[in-house]
């Protein structure tokens, strides 16, 4: 009955691929957001969407596009992956001004 | 922009002992909400406790409590009676108050690792 879930939990890839990973909520909330956590374990916002509209999107690579198919998916895909791109990555949801709601994380390593 | 600072990297506790932890943050909004997350091993992110700007009242949850300074920008974190499941890197955030729908990002401090010894 997991609230925020997260495909795959580990990815492994080499440089240059592309992957995509997934999340969705089963708690009803409009809002989704994508965080990256470092090896230093500094969490910064990536994106946010509001009933599948982009409303942040910080300062990251454009290879990184997140992709809205309903209010409960909120996926992440990149392209040609690179060293510095290995984190954990994080879907959070809100239903506004409270806590969000955030995901078990994905660690993504980049050979 | 919003700053978050936690001064200490890594803290250590005797189990039954209390400890506090230290956040101060910047900003010029009046309207805001400041939050510490837990994140144990597991990885997994939850909430330990939220405060809401406008209330003067410390928000308090079970053991943890929070000192809310908010002349002095300071947000602080109190654990009494520390059992060994507090071990844990804890985030200090920050949440601008209404600025639009889906706008509630939350500025992150860099975290303080704090051990709970047996």
């Known amino acids: 009955d997991t609230a925020v879930s997260q495909t795959p939990k580990y990815l492994v890839t080499q440089m240059g691929n592309d992957k995509s990973i997934k999340c969705e909520q089963n708690l009803g909330h409009d809002t989704m957001y994508w965080y990256k956590q470092d090896s230093k374990k500094f969490l910064k916002i990536m994106f946010s969407?509001?009933?599948?509209?982009?409303?942040i999107n910080e300062t990251v690579p454009n290879r990184f596009s997140p992709k809205s198919p309903d209010k409960a998916h909120l996926n992440l895909h990149i392209n040609s992956l690179e060293l510095g791109d290995s984190a954990v990555y994080f879907c959070?949801?809100?239903?506004?001004?409270?806590?969000?709601?955030f995901g078990p994380g994905t660690r993504l390593t980049v050979l | 922009a919003q700053t978050v600072t936690q001064s200490q990297p890594e803290m250590s506790v005797q189990e039954a002992e209390t400890v506090t932890l230290s956040c101060t943050y910047d900003?010029?909004?009046?309207?805001?909400?400041l939050f510490w997350y837990k994140q144990p091993p597991s990885r997994q992110m939850i909430l330990v406790i939220r405060q809401e700007a406008y209330k003067q009242q410390n928000a308090t949850e079970n053991r943890f409590s929070v000192n809310f300074q908010k002349a002095a920008k300071s947000f602080s974190l109190k654990i009494s009676d520390s059992q060994l499941g507090d071990t844990a890197m804890y985030f200090c955030?920050?949440?601008?108050?209404?600025?639009?729908?889906?706008?509630?990002?939350?500025?992150f401090g860099k975290g303080t690792k704090l051990s709970v010894i047996p």
């Open positions: 969407y509001n009933n599948k509209e982009l409303i």
């Open positions: 900003t010029s909004e009046s309207n805001y909400y």
């Open positions: 959070a949801s809100s239903p506004g001004l409270v806590e969000q709601f």
């Open positions: 955030a920050f949440m601008k108050g209404y600025s639009g729908a889906g706008s509630y990002q939350l500025t």
